[in-house]
């Protein structure tokens, strides 16, 4: 029981300093300029793309051409690796 505890309380909080880290890249790279997690702004909130891409297994990949190539998003400037952790935490937005 306490081992079960102990590691759900180390998973909890290696996701939230995950969670903490693409938010400070999402703020560094200006997205936090249009979206928010809960409200619309100029773009989507990201709860919202969150909802639209539940269930899709190719959406990070997806996401991460989109904000790279400029298509339907201006350009990101970003190396894959924020682009990915960003995507993630947006994905999971609720």
């Not at 890249?25 to 773009?43: F, P, R, S, W």
């Not at 339907?72 to 970003?78: D, F, L, M, R, S």
């Amino acid at each position: 029981m306490r081992v079960t505890s102990l590691v759900l309380a180390v998973a909890g909080a290696l996701a939230a300093a995950g969670g903490a880290q693409a938010q400070d890249v999402l703020k560094a790279k200006g997205c936090l300029g249009c979206h928010e997690m809960d409200k619309k702004k100029v773009g989507p909130a990201y709860k919202d793309v969150a909802a639209k891409y539940k269930g899709n297994k190719d959406a990070e990949a997806t996401l991460v051409a989109k904000l790279k190539e400029g298509k339907g998003h201006p350009k990101v400037t970003a190396t894959d690796a924020e682009l990915k952790e960003c995507i993630k935490a947006v994905l999971a937005a609720k």
